[in-house]
């Protein structure tokens, strides 16, 4: 079992950065495929970026790559997205995710554990 707890989001202008942090309980986080996901309301929760548990491999949505970076600090049992050159359609809530049995997944339903969400609004 594991908690998620999301932090970092705000309001922010077109072209600025942001950097978000999911904040992981328990003491196996390294074995945790971990992933960043953002849904804006009536739309599908979609995939943004993923990193794999044990080597740390990245991957990213394509709208994400360039722009945004993922990275886990095993040690602060804590994933990072660092978000820079942000668009007003990168507006959405922004969720971590975590998985302990798949390495690295890009798809909402294999992820077991999802942290409650930070607002990330993006203005023209």
């Known amino acids: 079992q594991v908690q998620l707890v999301e932090s970092g989001g705000g309001l922010v202008q077109a072209g600025g950065s942001l950097r978000l942090s999911c904040a992981a309980s328990g003491r196996t986080f390294s074995s945790y495929a971990m992933g960043w996901f953002r849904q804006v309301p009536g739309k599908e929760r979609e995939f943004v970026a993923g990193i794999t548990r044990w080597n740390g491999n990245t991957y990213y949505a394509d709208s994400a790559k360039g722009r945004f970076s993922i990275s886990r600090d095993n040690a602060k049992n804590t994933v990072y997205l660092q978000m820079n050159s942000l668009k007003p359609e990168d507006t959405a809530v922004y969720y971590c995710?975590?998985?302990?049995?798949?390495?690295?997944?890009?798809?909402?339903?294999?992820?077991?554990?999802w942290g409650q969400g930070t607002q990330v609004t993006v203005s023209s």
């Open positions: 995710a975590a998985d302990d049995v798949v390495n690295m997944a890009t798809t909402s339903n294999i992820y077991k554990y």
